[in-house]
């Protein structure tokens, strides 16, 4: 899936705004491929698998575009 970063924490998360869905979607830096949390900035494109977990869905295997 693509999308594009909404909201990056001092904390080491954040959210993506997926293409065509209304409800942001949670990731954790440690779910980041190729790139540094710190090197990412709002507005971002991202791809990413969505995966199931405890919480509900969250992102996987983010890459920025």
Do not use: Y
């Amino acid at each position: 899936m693509t999308g594009t970063i909404k909201t990056l924490t001092e904390r080491g998360f954040g959210f993506i705004s997926r293409e065509g869905e209304a409800k942001d979607l949670f990731f954790h830096s440690k779910d980041l491929v190729g790139v540094a949390f710190d090197d990412l900035k709002t507005g971002d494109k991202v791809t990413f698998d969505v995966v199931q977990d405890q919480k509900g869905p969250s992102a996987k295997n983010v890459t920025r575009v």
